[in-house]
Every structure is written in C-alpha cells, then in structure tokens.
C-alpha cells in the first residue's frame, strides 16, 4: 500500500510527450463527494433468527457462554453489531429447521411467553437499544383461515397485529417493520387491510415490507393501485443475486434484499456475504440485507448446516464458534449506523471488485472494498456468473466537497481464504493528500477505511471445548410451565411445550404436544401430519429410547431411533418407530408416515387417558420393544438403510399427548 503522490506506475521509456501519454496505462480515478448531494439512505444490516428454529439451542446454553454469544451478535463495535434483527412469528408448522409456536394456537388462546424470539429481541435491545426489530410470518395456525391465511384478511392481520401488540404489552418492545408471508404469494386485499389495521391500533409507525420473495409482480401492483403503493413502505426480495429488477426501481419504494446468504459460515461463506453487502447497493441499490440466518443454533444434520453468521449448536459443552461472516459484517457496522448516507459515487474496480461509502451529518465517511474472486466467493443461491478479479491492483480515491480536508483515514483488513488469513485487523492508517490517497488491493481482502476511530475489540477467552451430546440422557420436563420447550429438544412438527399436570400427582411436569389443528403449513405439501420433536446426536446407533406417555382422547404416541432427517421432509423420515395408538394398538414402524410397518399387535389395556412407559431397544440389527416393562417383540431387522440418526419422540396426527421422564441410553 502507498499513498497516492508517492506510487509509481512503470511506463515504457519515450522521448516524445504524445508517446506517453498513448503508452501509459489508463489508471482509473473514483470520485467520492458530497457535493450535488448524496445518495440513498442506509437502513442497516441484519441477521435472522427463524424460518425456522434457527436459534432453537442458543436459549439453553450457559452462562457466560450464551452471553458472549449475544455480545457477538449485538453488541455495538464488538462482534457483528448488527443494526436490524429480523424474527419469524411463530406458526405452529415447520419452516425449514423446526417449528416455532403461534402466540395463538387458537383463536381463544394468547399467549406471550411462548417460544424463545420474545427473549432474543429483549437480549439484543438491551446490548443495543436502536437496533430495529422485523417481524414475518412463516407459518399460520390452521384457524386462521383454512388452508389459507387470505379468505379473511381482517382475521388474518388481527393476528399478526395481536402479535406486535403482545411485543409492547408484555416486553417493552417496539416492532418496525412487518412482511405479509414468507415467499409465498401476497394479496392485495391483505395488505391493505393490515395496513389499516395497524393505523387503528396506533401502530401508524409499522412499517410494511413486501413480498419477501421476488420484485416484479410486487413492483406491477404498486405502480397500478395508489392504495397498496401507500400501504407498502419497503419492497423486500430474497436473495436477489445483487440486483433488483427496474420497475422495482421505477416504484420509488425502498428496496432491501430482506433475505440473503444462507451459505455456510466458511472462509467462502463469508466472503459471498462480503461481496453481496456491497453489491446489492452497487448494482440493485438495496439499502439493507438481512442474513439468513442469524445463529446457526440448530443441530448440525438438519437443513443449511451452519449457515448462520455464526454457530452455536452445543449448549451441553458451552462451545461455540465465532465464524468469519461476523467479521465480514463489522467491517459496516463498526463505522455506520442506520440514518447514513450512501454516496453517489460507488460502484464497481478496474480490477474486479467493488466499493461503497458512506458520510454521517457530522463530516464522517466511510469506504468498504471487497475484491472477492469467484471461485471463493460463491453463494448457495443465486447462480453467480462468471467474472475476473486481479490478483493485485492499486486503487486510486479522490475525495470531494467536505470530505477534501480529511487528512488521513484508519483501515481495517481482513482475507478469509488462501494463505496469510486475517480477520478484522486493524492497519497504520493511510495518508490523505489534497483528498488524494491510493490502496493496494489484493483479491479476496476486504478493506474498510474511516474516519470513525475505533480501538480493535476485545474478544472473550476460548470457549469449552467441543463435546459430542452427552449420553446417557434424561430429562423429566420438571420446567416452568410456561409453554417454553424443553432443552434441547427441537420440534420438527407440531408444538411440545413444558405443561403442568396438576391431575397426576407422578407426572405434575410433563411436555405435552398442544396443536390440534393442522397448521397453514410453509413447506411445499405441507411435512407430516405427525408431530414430532428430535433430540440429541445424529451419529447415535445402538441406543435405548425409552419415555412415559399420555395419549389423552386420540392418535397416539410414539418414541423413535436413528430418525435420519428434519426440515420439509420430515414426512419422509426413516428410523425405528414403536407406536402406541388410541385403538389399543402397538406398531413398530421403518418410517414416520406408518406405510412400513415391520409388527403390530394387539394389547390388553386400555391406551387412552392412561400413563404407560415404551422401551424402544436398537442395537445393530436387533431391535426390542416393551411396554410397562412387559416385552412386545425382540426382532433381528436385518441391514436396515438407515444406521444413525436422532432420538425423537411424537404424536399419531394433530393430537394433545403428554411425555414425562424421557431417557436414552446406550444399548448393551
């Protein structure tokens, strides 16, 4: 790196003028001023902690660990700091990595101590009292419209309204914004109505974002009804690959990639999620990207393993893993807040590669340069055509306006790939002559050069070690009943929730699955009628599973091994399931949708409104099981496809069921 009067670019030796000027090389000049006004205004970057349970396991981590992790996220100029923290609103249905509960499993019920999104808001407006709260849903309870969340707009946005308000009520928190449905079809007539009915709830400064999902059709609407232009404040899209589309543009609204990355947490993922914080304003003029995910706090064998800005999916060692795209993300948010500035002259290097500043109203600005190649700098989605970075190219700046005083700028610098990492190091700051300075940038850097100084954050000490899911486990869901989730578990359909049993004086603590109604499902197809939480390592093989269960009035209960997958295909789930059903029935099962059924029999008490205990024993290829302790089948399987996978247990259909002292052992 050299400053600007004193680097020198070789020419070839010439005795006339004219020969040199047509010999030299063209060195590009980039103009950054203020004059003529500036650009669009900043909105802040963002993570997501939902669509869905991505944050599932951060709750049940101890302390300090779980609060190191918040200061990373949010805490100001120490981690990401991030500037807006987007929230799914529970649904009651799976969204991609789990199901999160509905504030109103019914429409008699409201409820706002369920799930963990009400603690993580209060967590990150406690670090950081401006960070912007955004709430979106995924999913929708069944009674919310049958099938579909639009035959009744008024109920519809009731609801999510009920929601907002629940946020202020009972936790002091303020909501921002609000989408309509994530990456599903929109409707006019919806929108209108939630835009009117926040204003009758003098929630006049929520904001709505619309679609989540794609910009033209959106884009079409607005410019065609006046009425839906003036309810729609920001056209948010997901995972524009840096551009937006022209009539998006043409709209006069606010654009925001409202959801982007989901690439995982590696030296390639972050600098994907380098060059796209950039380029959407480059090339699409997106004033915010919020990342999915937020946290990857969700077991490692479920959908987009740790594609979180960082990874903390093992709260039974405190381990954790501050993963690269938090420092990618500090580069911004370290010397920017929301309310800033984009200059007008950004854009893209000679060399391949991209930059952007950013002025405050105090005479401050700062410049973000990524030069991420290709090869290392993939996205899981959009395609990402081909393009050519150079390996070194010096880039020349010339300030403007009020900014020609400054006389030198502080760089922070890091490379995620190759040889030579560095992450978020602070560099000799870089002298600024006449308004004049140069950079030397090499590929795959990200630079950022300010005035805002800032001394290098502190991090904490090194977390515990990394341990695999301690076996064997018990949990007998002894909890607040609170309608909170027992640790650990992660509910991949359905709702289990932590419920005291004042009738059964053995039981007063149980986990009980509560939904009832088939959800408004996000997932193409809707994932299984058969609820069902997953539990503990992936890898586990020959273990026990044993439980205690209450199938109340009908369905059944079942408790399961080697459950191979989550997410959307969670209907198609294979494992070894031991059922027993309201009929009196037990079953032993290959899969979660009960069409492999291997034995089944009949038993000689009564199944509903009563305790019993199953057993289910997997060890190679011998698999037993036992009810109250009385054995039902002792089988030699044969190879089976499936070898490791979770413990889980569930209910037969949309069905209340209760589960109390849960255990797994190794099988012997």
Same mark, same amino acid.
Request: aromatic content about 12%.
């Given at each position: 790196?050299?400053?600007?009067?004193?680097?020198?670019?070789?020419v070839p030796?010439?005795?006339?003028?004219?020969?040199?000027v *047509?010999?030299?090389?063209v060195?590009?000049?980039y103009?950054?001023t203020?004059?003529?006004?500036?650009?669009?205004?900043?909105?802040?970057?963002?993570?997501l902690s939902?669509?869905g349970?991505?944050?599932r396991l951060l709750v049940s981590?101890?302390?300090?660990? =779980?609060?190191?992790?918040?200061?990373?996220?949010?805490k100001?100029?120490?981690?990401?700091?991030?500037?807006?923290l987007?929230?799914e609103? /529970?649904? +009651?249905?799976?969204?991609?990595?789990?199901s999160?509960?509905?504030?109103?499993?019914?429409?008699?019920d409201?409820?706002?101590t369920?799930?963990?999104?009400w603690?993580?808001?209060r967590?990150?407006k406690?670090?950081n009292?401006d960070?912007?709260?955004?709430?979106?849903?995924?999913a929708?309870?069944?009674?919310v419209?049958g099938?579909q969340?639009?035959?009744? @707009?008024d *109920?519809t946005?009731?609801?999510v309204?009920?929601?907002?308000?629940?946020a202020?009520?009972?936790?002091n928190?303020?909501?921002d914004?609000?989408g309509i449905?994530?990456?599903k079809e929109?409707?006019?007539?919806?929108?209108?109505?939630l835009?009117?009915?926040l204003d009758?709830?003098?929630?006049?400064?929520v904001?709505?974002v619309?679609?989540d999902?794609?910009?033209?059709?959106?884009?079409?609407?607005?410019m065609a009804?006046?009425?839906?232009?003036?309810a729609? +404040?920001?056209?948010?899209?997901h995972y524009? /690959?840096?551009?937006?589309?022209?009539?998006?543009?043409?709209?006069?609204k606010t654009l925001?990639?409202?959801e982007? +990355?989901?690439t995982?947490?590696?030296?390639t993922?972050a600098?994907?999620?380098? =060059?796209i914080?950039?380029?959407n304003y480059?090339?699409?003029?997106?004033?915010?990207?919020i990342?999915?995910n937020l946290?990857a706090?969700?077991?490692d064998d479920?959908?987009?393993p740790?594609?979180?800005?960082?990874?903390a999916n093992?709260?039974?060692?405190?381990?954790y893993?501050v993963s690269?795209p938090i420092?990618v993300?500090?580069?911004t948010t370290?010397f920017?807040s929301?309310?800033?500035?984009y200059?007008?002259?950004v854009?893209? *290097?000679?060399?391949g590669g991209?930059?952007?500043a950013?002025?405050?109203s105090t005479?401050n600005?700062?410049i973000?340069?990524?030069?991420?190649?290709h090869e290392?700098?993939?996205?899981?989605r959009p395609?990402l055509?081909p393009?050519?970075?150079?390996?070194?190219?010096?880039?020349n700046?010339?300030l403007?306006?009020?900014f020609?005083k400054?006389?030198?700028?502080?760089?922070?610098?890091s490379?995620?790939?190759g040889?030579?990492?560095a992450?978020?190091q602070? =560099?000799d700051?870089?002298?600024?002559?006449?308004?004049k300075?140069?950079v030397?940038v090499?590929e795959?850097? *990200?630079y950022?050069?300010?005035?805002?100084k800032e001394?290098?954050?502190?991090?904490y000490?090194?977390p515990?070690?990394?341990?695999p899911? @301690?076996?064997?486990y018990?949990?007998?869901?002894?909890?607040?009943s609170?309608s909170s989730?027992a640790?650990?578990?992660a509910d991949?359909t359905?709702?289990?929730?932590l419920?005291?049993n004042?009738s059964?004086?053995?039981?007063q603590?149980?986990?009980?699955?509560?939904?009832?109604?088939?959800?408004?499902?996000?997932?193409?197809?809707g994932?299984?009628?058969?609820p069902?939480?997953v539990v503990?390592?992936?890898?586990?093989?020959?273990v026990?599973?044993s439980?205690d269960?209450?199938?109340?009035q009908?369905?059944?209960?079942f408790?399961?091994?080697r459950?191979?997958? /989550?997410?959307c295909?969670?209907?198609n789930?294979l494992?070894?399931?031991l059922w027993?059903?309201?009929d009196d029935v037990w079953?032993?099962?290959?899969?979660?949708a009960l069409?492999?059924?291997v034995l089944?029999?009949?038993?000689?008490?009564?199944?509903?409104?009563?305790w019993? =205990?199953?057993?289910?024993y997997?060890?190679?290829?011998?698999?037993?099981g036992?009810?109250?302790?009385?054995?039902?089948?002792?089988?030699r399987?044969g190879p089976?496809?499936?070898?490791k996978g979770?413990a889980?247990?569930?209910?037969?259909d949309?069905k209340n069921?209760q589960f109390?002292?849960?255990?797994?052992?190794?099988?012997?």
């Amino acid at each position: 790196m050299a400053s600007y009067e004193n680097h020198y670019y070789p020419v070839p030796y010439c005795y006339l003028l004219v020969l040199c000027v *047509l010999t030299a090389p063209v060195v590009s000049v980039y103009n950054l001023t203020d004059e003529g006004g500036l650009g669009m205004t900043f909105d802040g970057i963002g993570g997501l902690s939902g669509g869905g349970a991505t944050s599932r396991l951060l709750v049940s981590y101890p302390e300090p660990q =779980r609060a190191q992790i918040l200061d990373y996220l949010f805490k100001p100029n120490f981690g990401a700091a991030l500037q807006i923290l987007k929230v799914e609103i /529970g649904g +009651d249905a799976q969204s991609t990595d789990g199901s999160e509960p509905s504030h109103m499993h019914t429409k008699d019920d409201q409820n706002y101590t369920r799930g963990y999104e009400w603690w993580l808001m209060r967590e990150a407006k406690k670090r950081n009292p401006d960070i912007k709260l955004y709430a979106l849903p995924w999913a929708f309870p069944g009674w919310v419209g049958g099938g579909q969340p639009y035959p009744k @707009p008024d *109920l519809t946005a009731g609801y999510v309204v009920n929601w907002i308000l629940g946020a202020k009520t009972f936790h002091n928190l303020t909501i921002d914004y609000v989408g309509i449905w994530n990456e599903k079809e929109y409707d006019v007539t919806y929108i209108k109505t939630l835009r009117k009915t926040l204003d009758d709830k003098d929630l006049g400064h929520v904001m709505i974002v619309a679609p989540d999902g794609g910009w033209v059709q959106i884009s079409k609407d607005i410019m065609a009804d006046p009425e839906l232009a003036a309810a729609v +404040d920001i056209i948010g899209a997901h995972y524009p /690959g840096t551009h937006s589309a022209s009539m998006a543009e043409k709209t006069g609204k606010t654009l925001w990639s409202s959801e982007d +990355d989901s690439t995982v947490n590696n030296g390639t993922g972050a600098s994907c999620w380098a =060059r796209i914080l950039n380029q959407n304003y480059v090339n699409g003029h997106m004033t915010s990207t919020i990342s999915w995910n937020l946290i990857a706090s969700y077991y490692d064998d479920l959908p987009f393993p740790r594609s979180g800005l960082m990874t903390a999916n093992q709260p039974w060692s405190g381990h954790y893993e501050v993963s690269d795209p938090i420092w990618v993300t500090a580069h911004t948010t370290h010397f920017t807040s929301p309310g800033w500035k984009y200059l007008k002259g950004v854009g893209h *290097l000679d060399g391949g590669g991209s930059y952007v500043a950013l002025a405050d109203s105090t005479g401050n600005v700062t410049i973000v340069i990524e030069a991420m190649t290709h090869e290392h700098s993939k996205c899981v989605r959009p395609i990402l055509p081909p393009y050519s970075v150079a390996p070194k190219q010096i880039v020349n700046f010339q300030l403007g306006g009020d900014f020609e005083k400054i006389t030198h700028l502080n760089l922070w610098y890091s490379k995620f790939v190759g040889n030579s990492t560095a992450r978020f190091q602070s =560099r000799d700051p870089v002298k600024v002559t006449g308004g004049k300075f140069s950079v030397e940038v090499e590929e795959n850097c *990200l630079y950022t050069l300010t005035t805002v100084k800032e001394a290098p954050p502190t991090a904490y000490p090194k977390p515990p070690a990394s341990a695999p899911f @301690p076996l064997p486990y018990k949990e007998n869901f002894d909890g607040p009943s609170d309608s909170s989730e027992a640790p650990y578990f992660a509910d991949q359909t359905g709702v289990f929730e932590l419920h005291g049993n004042e009738s059964s004086p053995n039981h007063q603590g149980t986990m009980r699955q509560v939904v009832t109604q088939r959800p408004i499902f996000w997932c193409k197809k809707g994932p299984t009628d058969s609820p069902i939480s997953v539990v503990g390592d992936h890898n586990w093989t020959d273990v026990t599973v044993s439980c205690d269960v209450l199938v109340e009035q009908q369905g059944g209960a079942f408790v399961a091994a080697r459950v191979d997958r /989550g997410g959307c295909v969670i209907k198609n789930a294979l494992g070894l399931f031991l059922w027993l059903l309201a009929d009196d029935v037990w079953a032993l099962s290959y899969d979660i949708a009960l069409k492999n059924i291997v034995l089944q029999g009949k038993l000689n008490t009564t199944v509903v409104g009563q305790w019993h =205990r199953l057993d289910l024993y997997v060890k190679g290829e011998v698999t037993r099981g036992s009810l109250n302790g009385q054995a039902l089948f002792h089988i030699r399987t044969g190879p089976l496809p499936i070898k490791k996978g979770f413990a889980a247990i569930g209910s037969l259909d949309f069905k209340n069921v209760q589960f109390d002292n849960f255990e797994v052992v190794r099988a012997e």
